[in-house]
């Protein structure tokens, strides 16, 4: 029953996207496009955060900050006792992003809240908007930070103590911005938490699907490598006294993609990302090799099953080649599945509303893997042109793209804020 | 009878060695050792040339500078009818080079007509000792460039209008420091060109030989690569969705050596040296990869076999990897074997020495590679420590190691210049 769905007004939220996307907007250099650098902290994302209070006060929202800086809007249900529902993301960016990334979710939820005031609809439960602070990590360093400061798994301590390039403590810039809360940091779990984000990545986009639902996120595991070989003239240097460091960076890299075809390891991904050669001169064996290494993998106990080999593919790397590897672990965190009823729910939602719909692993970490962590979470995401390219000017989703995933958000909104029960 | 046999003075050669070592030194602040700099046509090589030419004339040597700048100096035989022995190399360095390389084949060549003034050891040809402008190709681009035009191979109008990064052409240059000359540019064939230089490379030292024969020159073939593939997320792009341009140049690096293990190229050496990913980053699948490609072979088939099926690779690359593979060639020199008969001379001198010895390809160009167009040339190379590390402060051969090569280079001279033919 199609029409009978309440539906967000696509054009004034792609409105709003456009109007929070002036804030921090630049040159781009390498497009040519007008991009957006609004990092967390910053005067930028002060202003940001200004401009989405101001427009969470207009909609009639109760608003509190906590001693994070996290902002909550409380719209409130029939029954204040029962526990809200939570929609929310963040709208800080990394220094090179585009006008969607978290902003959709969170100026998705305020249109949620816009279209259920305009239909004068009532929900039983609370609904709260969220944004969170810092969720890039590009400027303090450490990503999801408000959120997991709300959450419990990072103390309000490690948080303030933490610095900028320039040195500058995160609380003194919480403070400077004026976004310095005095509510308590730990939030009351949510009845349930929602997340509408842009995929990041092609999967959605490639398949002509309208709608991912989010099984949950990878776990992710990145290794910063040294690899010592021996520096030598490439005329010079006979192929069987050479220890080169670039040939051993080479095999490290097709292992991963040999590892990946077997079938071992699940949905394993795996990327080397940088590999750079010292001297890296046309003529010289490469000495050294900088690289990294990045999995992921939706199962914990494959992910570790690809690193134990990993490591001792490094071990016979080391005896063939002729070189050293030094490696150390750089980022480790677990894989988050999300809430399967939730999942369902969101399926259900996309087929009345007749969106083409397939279940997606985040690559990415989200708020919302916090928020797993205390109460049922989930998300959903919206394709982007440009092989949904992301943290950069070229990102771009189209009105109907990011109206499609809130309305599914907003149907299955409705149906946990009018239930007693998930 | 190694005691009948003429020596040079060891002390004496080092002690010039460390004396022109000192103009152009500089601090290294990669290996904290004192290095130099004296590239082609600076005021430091300006220095060091006429440091050189003062030794020669000390020696009762004639000297001419010809139109581009290259030394010769000549001293008489009892026929001056007959045409000259020559020995020489180069004095300029790359900007981080050690005291050795080309200077100990021409100290060591001046050297050498030391000693024969010393035992008053006349020759019934002329001996001439020659240092050639910009053997390196640092500053002005084109290496060998003075032997090439001695030899014919380049113009002078070519080398004239060669213009280093700062714009400076290279006659200007020449003039500034003084050394234009008005000799023909065009040099009469020798009867023989005999070089010393040390080995950059590992070989000797490893195998413990104390003379190399050197039988020629590798063909050099030169390629840039740019391998245009598609960035992406590394947590949200899925493998079948990627174009990965650092796992297609990971795929070169291991083709090389695979073809290497075949055998079917006989003794080609290759070196990926550079593979730069862009944008290099830990969690981005690179688009983009600037590599270089650098093979050596001493036969030019088998260096243009594997030119051929390199090539068909690249094609298989870019239908795996779904990647665009861009290359140019940047440098193509074919083999230039050395004169055999000469090679046997180096042999026997090295056996009457007792010092062992080892025929060994030059991994790097000449300027005896370029005499080998117009008459009998050979080499001898020196090992030295360290690997043979060279063009780098670390460059060091010990006073036994550079006088071996040049007693050697001696024997062979006095043979060559008491007899009419070869």
């Avoid at 394993?268 to 890296?280: N, Q, V």
């Avoid at 046309?282 to 900088?290: A, D, L, S, W």
Wanted: proline content about 4%; some cysteine.
């Amino acid at each position: 029953m199609p029409d009978s769905l309440t539906r967000i007004n696509s054009d004034r939220l792609y409105a709003a996207l456009d109007q929070l996307g002036q804030i921090g907007r630049y040159q781009d250099e390498e497009t040519g496009l007008q991009g957006v650098c609004r990092l967390a902290l910053s005067a930028e994302d002060g202003e940001g955060r200004r401009l989405v209070v101001g427009w969470m006060k207009e909609l009639g929202l109760e608003v509190r900050v906590d001693r994070i800086g996290n902002v909550y809007a409380r719209r409130a249900g029939r029954r204040a006792d029962l526990k809200p529902v939570m929609l929310g993301s963040h709208i800080d960016s990394v220094p090179t992003a585009g006008r969607f990334d978290g902003c959709l979710g969170v100026l998705g939820a305020l249109e949620i809240v816009r279209s259920l005031n305009e239909h004068k609809i009532e929900t039983l439960r609370p609904v709260e908007v969220a944004f969170f602070t810092d969720e890039e990590g590009c400027r303090f360093g450490t990503d999801m930070l408000g959120s997991a400061v709300a959450c419990g798994r990072l103390s309000l301590d490690y948080a303030y103590e933490l610095k900028d390039r320039d040195g500058l403590r995160l609380r003194d810039e919480l403070e400077k911005i004026g976004f310095l809360g005095d509510c308590d940091e730990h939030v009351t779990p949510p009845h349930a938490f929602l997340e509408c984000h842009v995929e990041q990545g092609p999967m959605l986009i490639q398949k002509g699907v309208e709608v991912g639902v989010v099984s949950g996120v990878q776990s992710i595991s990145w290794q910063a490598l040294t690899i010592v070989g021996k520096s030598g003239h490439a005329g010079a240097t006979p192929m069987d006294l050479r220890a080169d460091a670039g040939v051993a960076a080479s095999m490290i890299n097709l292992k991963l993609r040999e590892m990946i075809a077997t079938g071992h390891y699940g949905e394993m991904r795996a990327t080397m990302g940088a590999m750079t050669p010292h001297p890296g001169l046309v003529n010289i064996v490469p000495g050294k090799v900088e690289a990294t290494v990045d999995l992921r993998n939706p199962s914990n106990e494959l992910m570790q099953r690809s690193e134990t080999d990993l490591l001792a593919f490094y071990e016979e790397v080391q005896k063939r080649e002729k070189v050293e590897i030094r490696w150390r672990q750089t980022a480790r965190t677990p894989a988050v599945p999300f809430s399967s009823r939730l999942q369902e729910r969101i399926v259900a939602a996309a087929e009345r509303a007749g969106l083409s719909h397939q279940s997606i692993i985040a690559g990415a970490g989200h708020d919302a893997q916090e928020f797993a962590a205390i109460c049922p979470a989930a998300m959903v995401f919206c394709p982007g042109e440009y092989d949904g390219i992301s943290h950069n000017p070229r990102e771009f989703s189209t009105p109907k793209q990011c109206s499609d995933g809130i309305n599914v958000l907003l149907e299955v909104l409705l149906q946990l804020a009018n239930q007693e029960d998930l």
